[in-house]
């Protein structure tokens, strides 16, 4: 496996392989979330290419882009074992001229004026921009994408068929710790306390579906019943949409998605879950 840091030399090799190349894009800190996608990518045969970049064009400006984990020695052990083909880790200056100054892909207003998007203004701008900058540097036939961010998964396969990228996007399931705790880079800055204000949102979330299957459909009962485990976190946001459109779920839908993002106070850590009510 190599460790590539230049889109030239990354390019020079794709040309040369003659399986799909399928590309998992991370920021890093990997973990087995992102080891389920790189696995997934490995067993369907395809030239692996697993990116490992920090994107400030995703971050707001008092957000963790300075203290984000950066782990890449370690990174690349995992991805080598996982037989993964390349870790393509650039520079900021290697896929940005100028970040001030630059063509964004903007995905339509309607899917980023909510959940995340709302609460982080430009991140879905960054992450769209990002992605496609990815798919042009790497020419992968399929990218790998997990369910634990449901909201980017959505816009991400938006913007393909939008844009026409001949891409097909496999979404990966979200991989919990066995508590249930969804694994995130960010739990790395959770210290025990603050680990068990974190499992809050899985537990909602499966309370919620507790009462889903019991026959509870209404979205205010569902969603006031999660918030009541949340206390101790400061809730950004709990929110029940159609999995197919991100529009408001409403009871004519055959399939809800409940969704929840949530500060830890003592770490000021954002966290984000989600899980299907059925
Ligand atoms: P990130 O490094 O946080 O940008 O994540 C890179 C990719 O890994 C994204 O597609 C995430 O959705 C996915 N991912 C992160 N955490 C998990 C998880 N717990 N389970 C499955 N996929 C995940």
Known sequence: MKIIHKI???KKITKNTNKPIGLVP????LHQGHASLIKKSVEDDNFTIVSIFVNPVQFGINEDFDKYPRTLEKDAKLCEELGADIVFSPSIDEMYQDTKELTLVCPPYSSINKLCGKSRPGHFDGVATVVSKLFNITKCSKAYFGEKDAQQLFIIQK???DLNFDIT???CPIVREPDGLALSSRNSYLDEKARQDALKLSKALNYAKELWQKGIKNKQIL??????????????????????TFED???KDKNALMLIAAKIPTTNTRLIDNMELR
Do not use: F, H, Q, R
């Not at 991370?26 to 800190?29: K, L």
């Not at 969603?223 to 197919?244: H, Q």
């Open 8 to 10: 030239s030399e990354l």
């Open 249 to 251: 779920w409403e009871e």
């Open 159 to 161: 913007m393909v068929k």
């Open 169 to 171: 996007i496999i979404p």
């Open 223 to 244: 969603c006031d019943s999660a918030l009541k485990i949340l206390e101790g976190t400061i809730v950004d946001y709990i929110e029940i949409v159609n999995p197919e």
């Open 26 to 29: 991370t920021m890093g800190a």
